[in-house]
């Protein structure tokens, strides 16, 4: 019995000076978990310092999928004494157990997983301080039984490493974290919450390849661990942006790291400048939205012109019109009517360059490759559907010919105006990575 209140069960755990227990209180009948830090000849300060600094933590911490704070007390027995910290018993195996017992997991389940923990991250990151866990791994995350189509409740405990930006700041730093799951900052004394999601990402990755980060062979600090994983590419891309050695090249906050992975962003579309702030420049979305609005806003204008100049163009020739008002509102009602012929056709063009640029993103890195091949594929998809519209108003080609060609020459040249923005936005991010 400790503190006159909790009955100890049995050892869930022990290394030097730590021991952690689990025990039921006497006065609530509820199962607990109870870490002791013995004072022994091996204790040192740096010891203490991070045992207060959980207790501290976890009071501050109020979220389901972390063990709740209890109590903290200093205890002495006939053996030992030292300092107790009470938290929330989680009934749950750890991940390590579960792959020990020779559970695997699906590629969507292992997503499953990396989402539930980046809503944790966030949570914690969130924190005023930031509070950084620094020892994120297998053993440290629980997870209960599967339930339906649910991978099954996902928890982080073991906050014994935890670390705060103002601890970092203001004090000595301590190194902490297991081989095979700290980032190289690490390693240094240095942690952000970027740190987090390097040890994330490497946890991940155990789970897709069933080997240990440590054990997988490394290049330039990269873990290689894409011939092992059968994954599809948007996830194994997104595994090793978690865990690049570099810290200005890795995903920087858990928003952001799960905005890319729900929306299967690639770097190129997320711009890291903070921690929790994200500019999307080359989403799907805007390349598509840029090539439709540039494309119709062209269409619309020349349409409208080329269909109200002709119109002028046949009035002074044949003397069709008996007055200028008839004059003014034919030339009017066509130019309308070809302003909105010209807006549909920008529109399908806009598609086209948009989709074209989306499905092939590897094809923009070489720029005039590029280019030419928008110019090529707008020009031909509105020459032919062009001609297809205007056989089946009118019959006479001559009449339209010159609305034929304007239309072609703009919808090239909007496409050439969205390639050109596109390669920009495109040189932007590069030299911002």
């Known amino acids: 019995m400790l503190h006159d209140r909790y009955n100890i069960q049995h050892s869930l755990g022990k290394k030097a000076g730590r021991q952690t227990l689990l025990a039921r209180d006497t006065q609530t009948e509820e199962l607990v978990v109870v870490k002791l830090l013995t004072f022994n000849h091996d204790l040192e300060w740096d010891d203490l310092k991070l045992f207060e600094r959980e207790a501290e933590t976890l009071k501050t911490l109020d979220y389901s999928e972390i063990p709740r704070y209890l109590d903290y007390f200093e205890f002495e027995t006939e053996n030992s004494k030292g300092f107790a910290l009470v938290q929330s018993y989680i ?31 966030a949570y914690l990151h969130g924190q005023h301080p930031p ?87 490394q290049a330039n600090l990269r873990i290689q661990f894409k011939p092992l994983a059968t994954i599809d590419e948007a996830f194994s891309d997104w595994l090793e942006w978690l865990t690049e050695p570099a810290l200005d090249r890795r995903l920087a906050s858990a928003q952001e790291a799960l905005q890319a992975l729900e929306e299967g962003k690639s770097r190129a579309e997320i711009v890291p400048q903070k921690a929790g702030e994200v500019t999307t420049l080359m989403t799907r979305e805007r390349v598509l939205w840029n090539a439709i609005w540039r494309s119709a806003a062209l269409g ?113 040249l909007a496409g050439q105006l969205f390639a050109h923005w596109y390669l920009r936005e495109s040189r932007k991010i590069a030299q911002k990575k």
Not at 96 to 120: D, M, N, T, W
Not at 186 to 203: E, I
Not at 348 to 361: I, P
């Open 91 to 121: 009934e749950a195996k750890s991940l390590e157990q579960h792959l020990k017992a020779g559970r695997s997991f699906s590629e969507a389940e292992v997503k499953e997983l990396g989402r539930s923990l980046l809503e944790i991250l």
């Open 131 to 217: 509070v950084i866990h620094r020892d994120l791994k297998p053993s440290n995350i629980l997870l209960s039984d599967r339930t339906g189509n649910s991978v099954g409740q996902v928890y982080l405990v073991d906050f014994g490493s935890v670390q705060t930006l103002v601890a970092q700041e203001g004090g000595t730093i301590t190194v902490v974290g297991t081989y095979g799951y700290m980032p190289p900052e690490q390693y240094g004394g240095r942690s952000t919450p970027a740190s987090d999601l390097y040890s994330l990402g490497a946890t991940l990755i155990y789970l897709t390849t069933g080997k240990h980060p440590a054990d997988l062979p």
């Open 300 to 412: 619309a204008i020349v349409g409208a012109g080329s269909v109200g100049g002709s119109v002028l163009f046949n009035s002074m020739a044949y003397s069709v019109y008996s007055s200028k008002l008839a004059l003014l509102v034919n030339i009017l009602l066509y130019s309308i009517f070809g302003g909105a012929m010209g807006l549909g056709l920008g529109f399908f063009n806009g598609l086209v360059a948009g989709a074209l640029t989306n499905a092939f993103r590897k094809l923009s890195k070489r720029g005039l490759l590029y280019r030419i091949t928008i110019a090529i594929a707008t020009t031909v998809f509105t020459l032919v559907l062009t001609l297809a519209v205007v056989r089946m108003i009118s019959p006479s080609w001559k009449e339209v010919s010159v609305v034929i060609l304007a239309l072609d020459i703009a919808m090239g």
